[in-house]
């Protein structure tokens, strides 16, 4: 695969892509339909130093790329890129598509509580394949957002400019993240076989003595194994279950460990090692904290 190239500024992707100048350097807005970009000069793939969100609809044939994939829809689809991540044109810049793409620089939010607030979003991490789906109504508010940030960055800039902008990007991704969580809780069938997926990846990992092997499965690991994004999956499993990928990894661990603390006479030492501790004392703190009790008190109540 190609190195991604690095594109430092918003003007300098604009540039690129035969826009005009930004009329401000930290924060732009632009529809597909002003994007001069010949198809043999697109990129395979840059990296930049801003947020870019970007919002596609009205594919040509009621079809639309987005990843790896071909997706069916009529309204818009959403893609959020944190800073010195991956960006695909391909994904992106199609023809015969409506919408738009924000971009906003860190530097523009210091100073506001959504400077931090924004890192705290988990979809910037997504992958390509876990979309943000929007119905009619879902659109038209998107839209409204973005139209007064539009306003707002070609209005003359005064003493209010930069807050009413900040103001409206603080809305715009509240409201993705409740539109997420919708679809989180809305596509049942995907999430209830991701959910099986995961219960029986578990159940392989602790029976064929990977804990020993590999040690304790990481999110990302399992994340990995299910084709996923590991904020996805844990945001995902969060809005379903109430826990994330980790505390379903620690419960299992706990599972196992009370299964061969009632069950078996190996000592604590023996079966943190088993368990895939490099610690004891890891094994011990973790055991207290889900159950209250110790790994020998457990054991005590069964003798």
Do not use: W
Request: glycine share 4%; hydrophobic share 35%; proline share 3%.
């Amino acid at each position: 695969m190609k190195t991604p190239e690095k594109v430092s500024s918003i003007h300098a992707l604009h540039t690129f892509l035969g826009l005009k100048k930004p009329s401000n350097p930290l924060i732009s807005v632009f529809s597909f339909d002003e994007v001069k970009l010949e198809q043999e000069t697109i990129l395979n793939t840059i990296t930049t130093d801003f947020y870019v969100v970007t919002l596609k609809k009205d594919c040509a044939g009621g079809k639309c790329r987005y990843g790896q994939q071909y997706y069916d829809f009529d309204e818009g689809i959403m893609y959020f890129i944190a800073p010195h991540q991956v960006l695909q044109f391909e994904d992106i810049l199609l023809n015969d598509v409506k919408g738009f793409v924000l971009m906003v620089h860190p530097d523009f939010l210091y100073g506001h509580s959504l400077a931090t607030k924004i890192k705290e979003y988990g979809y910037f991490s997504y992958s390509s394949n876990e979309a943000l789906y929007l119905s009619e109504k879902e659109e038209r508010s998107i839209m409204d957002i973005i139209g007064n940030v539009e306003q707002e960055i070609h209005a003359n800039m005064d003493s209010f400019t930069q807050d009413l902008i900040v103001s409206n990007l603080d809305l715009l991704l509240k409201y993705c993240d409740r539109f997420y969580n919708r679809q989180f809780l809305t596509r049942k069938k995907v999430n209830s076989d991701l959910l099986s997926k995961l219960e029986a990846l578990l159940d392989d990992y602790f029976k064929n003595d990977q804990l020993i092997l590999t040690g304790i499965p990481t999110v990302q690991f399992i994340a990995d194994q299910l084709n996923l994004s590991a904020n996805y999956l844990s945001d995902m499993l969060r809005v379903q279950t109430g826990q994330t990928t980790q505390q379903h990894i620690q419960n299992r661990l706990i599972d196992k460990a009370k299964e061969m603390l009632s069950a078996t006479e190996m000592s604590v030492s023996e079966i943190a090692y088993q368990l895939g501790f490099e610690h004891p004392q890891s094994f011990h703190r973790l055991f207290k904290n889900r159950t209250s009790l110790s790994p020998l008190e457990f054991r005590a109540t069964f003798n």
